[in-house]
């Protein structure tokens, strides 16, 4: 092709990460048609921003905080993330090492553009939440996948740690790890990330960090933050956001934390891509941290009961195997005996639920790589009603499948 317009990276086209958008965006679709749909696709909490952030967003504007800021962002909210990671987790991140960017993505791609050169390798325990495989990918790196070890009903998903290790070569540079995990609401055991953490020790690996789920914990469980390693900054580049823990998801405001002699860099970078984060934005952000948790916990708890009844209800249909997750705001559940009994694959079994039952869910496969594909995604970010009369539709949808089907 000679137009010049039309002669693209092929790599741009070959990206992955609107397939889950495409299964929502249908799910628009049919209710714009008049149907009822009921939703378990979407990624973010349903509930709006607490309103005390929302009036610190509103008072930055009105006080005109509209320019440019720092590109780091500004020092007071630098500091106050340093103080939420310390105070939280016992680290001793300096501000100086906090970088404010638009969203965690910006974060995710600040941390692998400036460590990760063409040709080299990174580990990502799939499946995965994309972004950090596709930025990889536009950027000439190779993407190593080790699929997540399946426990069974009970135990759930654990990080496949000898594999990760034989996964090794010496072109590896990388590992993820997204704790609590979308999408399998995993949340990987201390001792897991302390063997993981050796890993890197004695192979001298960086570990990108994902921790934006870190507040989407249930049952008391124990959730160990990777900043609390007294030699992070030897290994580690830190992820995390305003996103999900305070419903901030259009905000667009994260953060990445690393060793000084590299953040004091990393503003020449983001300078030239996005100048700063967004100004009204940082101001409210330090009030989500600074200010009343209550709705934030009263959230958390709500999503919990939502999950308890989202397991009790799927667990009822046929073929269905339903770990209860443990941190994120999504289930897993595994279709194995459906899939192999119909000859469908997952991605055609979500179509059929999407496009008969208008009931919008997820293949494991829209989370690279192929680890998911006998799984399906639900995100409980939605309210009772939807939870008790979808999960209806969906059991008699099953069962009308499984009657129907050729096998
Ligand atoms: C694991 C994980 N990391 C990062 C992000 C990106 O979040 P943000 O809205 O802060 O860019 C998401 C959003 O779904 C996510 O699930």
């Avoid at 050796?198 to 789920?213: C, F, P, Q, S």
């Avoid at 989407?216 to 580049?237: G, L």
């Avoid at 039952?357 to 494991?364: A, C, D, E, F, T």
């Avoid at 009603?385 to 949808?397: N, S």
Wanted: charged share 25%; with cysteine; net charge neutral.
């Amino acid at each position: 092709m000679n137009t010049p317009t039309l002669s693209y990276r092929q790599v741009i086209e070959e990206m992955l990460g609107e397939k889950a958008f495409a299964f929502i965006a249908k799910g628009r679709e049919l209710a714009k048609k008049g149907y009822k749909v009921y939703s378990f696709g979407i990624g973010q909490p349903d509930l709006p921003t607490p309103d005390h952030i929302i009036e610190a967003g509103i008072k930055a504007l009105r006080e005109k905080f509209t320019g440019y800021t720092e590109t780091a962002g500004i020092p007071e909210l630098r500091s106050a993330i340093a103080e939420y990671l310390n105070t939280r987790y016992g680290s001793d991140v300096k501000p100086d090492e906090v970088i404010v960017t638009p969203g965690t993505k910006g974060a995710i791609f600040l941390a692998i553009m400036t460590y990760l050169r063409p040709g080299d390798e990174i580990i990502i325990p799939e499946p995965s939440y994309p972004a950090y495989s596709e930025i990889s990918k536009v950027l000439g790196i190779n993407r190593v996948f080790v699929p997540l070890k399946w426990l069974g009903e009970d135990k759930g998903f654990a990080l496949p740690i000898e594999e990760i290790e034989e996964a090794i070569t010496p072109k590896t540079r990388m590992i993820v790890v997204n704790n609590p995990h979308n999408p399998t609401g995993g949340l990987f055991e201390p001792r897991q990330l302390d063997e993981l953490m050796d890993i890197a020790r004695r192979h001298k690996l960086m570990i990108l960090v994902d921790e934006i789920y870190d507040n989407f914990v249930y049952d008391n469980a124990e959730f160990k933050s990777m900043i609390s390693y007294s030699d992070w900054r030897d290994y580690i580049v830190y992820t995390n956001g305003f996103s999900k823990t305070f419903s901030m998801t259009g905000w667009r405001l994260g953060y990445l934390v690393v060793r000084r002699e590299v953040a004091q860099h990393l503003p020449k970078l983001a300078v030239n891509i996005w100048g700063c984060p967004v100004s009204f934005g940082q101001k409210a952000a330090i009030i989500a941290l600074k200010g009343d948790w209550t709705p934030i916990k009263k959230m958390i708890e709500l999503f919990r009961m939502r999950r308890d009844l989202l397991v009790e209800k799927l667990r009822k249909i046929p073929g269905f195997e339903v770990w209860k997750s443990k941190g994120a705001f999504y289930l897993f559940p595994r279709i194995k005996k459906i899939l192999d009994e119909t000859g469908l694959d997952v991605e055609e079994f979500v179509n059929k639920i999407i496009d008969k039952y208008h009931i919008i869910l997820l293949p494991g496969t829209a989370f690279p790589d192929k680890a998911g594909r006998e799984f399906l995604r639900l995100s409980f970010c939605t309210d009772f009603e939807t939870i008790e009369e979808g999960t209806q539709v969906l059991k008699k949808a099953v069962e009308e499948i499984l009657s129907t089907s050729k096998r």
